[in-house]
């Protein structure tokens, strides 16, 4: 009896020892992208090629993150969107503008997430389906930095601001708040109906998909809402998906597109599931770090 239990517990921490080590040496570096068409442009606009970039996480020695960071410019998108939580180290900076590379020459928006501001914490990684990610508010990052180079590349912060970008003759409304994680959410900075006469489709941009902020920006009638922060759940079951979404949002939406509503209100929510994890839990199963290529086409 003994014996089976001891084979059967040798068999189970072989396999859980095979998990991690696929995990940790493939599937971290295992970087897909996502295609996803998303019908919400008006009668006769062409269609509008967004690269969504989120949660790279980066730290100096990531070189495979860098390299298939920068061959995302052979996609020549039409607008790139950065949803936040680019560093995970002080000497970061230099190594996302060099992964971003020309995708910098391209119009950009972007808004920030909690990892910009703070260094990530020491986790157990096998803890991270435990509970809300733990960050050093003590030690913070040289995110000014990085909005320098965002900034002089052209990019649109959007964090608590507004603004219109025309592309292919369609007007793309965008509004955004600051990271909802670490409750630095103010919605109400940019609340209010959309104005049709200043834009033709709106879009929400915010870091995590916490309820209150994505509710807001769907009661608003706001027509897409994109966001990052899950990592897609990051350690998955095949078969089940996401555990958790280190947020209030439910797991199903973990990552990818989907219609989410309120009320009588309905929007399409795009969460993307990042390129990155923090790097003291540098482990992805069933969850693969990705970009996403959202193509806007006609609503009909
Ligand atoms: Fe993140």
Not at 30 to 43: D, G, S, T, Y
Not at 58 to 68: E, F, H, I, L, S
Not at 201 to 216: E, K, N, Q, W
Request: proline share 6%.
């Amino acid at each position: 009896m003994f014996k089976i239990a001891g084979k059967a517990g040798v068999a189970v921490a072989g396999v859980g020892a095979g998990c991690l080590a696929y995990a940790g040496l493939y599937e971290v570096n295992a970087f897909i992208l996502r295609k996803v068409q998303v019908p919400m442009l008006p009668e006769g606009a062409d269609p509008i090629r967004l690269l969504h970039i989120s949660d790279i996480h980066m730290v100096p020695g990531a070189r495979k993150r860098q390299r298939w960071l920068a061959e995302l410019v052979q996609l020549k998108p039409d607008l790139v969107i950065n949803t936040g939580d680019n560093l995970a180290h002080r000497d970061a900076v230099a190594y996302v503008v060099a992964g971003l590379g020309d995708l910098l020459r391209m119009p950009g928006v972007y808004v920030w997430g909690s990892n910009d501001y703070y260094a990530p914490k020491f986790k157990n990684p096998l803890k991270y389906i435990a509970g809300p990610t733990r960050l050093d508010d003590k030690k913070t990052l040289p995110w000014p930095d990085l909005d320098r180079e965002f900034k002089q590349a052209g990019w649109i912060d959007l964090t608590h601001t507004r603004e219109t970008l025309a592309i292919k003759d369609t007007r793309l409304g965008f509004r955004g708040t600051d990271d909802a994680h670490v409750e630095q959410d103010h919605y109400a900075s940019v609340a209010g109906p959309i104005d049709r006469a200043e834009c033709d489709v709106s879009i929400g941009v915010t870091h995590s998909p916490y309820r209150r902020v994505i509710d807001a920006m769907t009661s608003d009638g706001l027509d897409m809402i994109i966001t990052g922060h899950t990592h897609g759940g990051q350690v998955c079951v095949p078969g089940y998906g996401a555990l958790v979404t280190n947020c209030d949002l439910d797991r199903g939406r973990a990552k990818g597109l989907s219609r989410y509503k309120v009320g009588d209100q309905e929007t399409w929510l795009h969460v993307s599931a990042g390129l990155g994890t923090s790097p003291y839990a540098p482990i992805r199963f069933a969850c693969r770090p990705e970009a996403s290529l959202l193509t806007l086409t006609r609503a009909g």
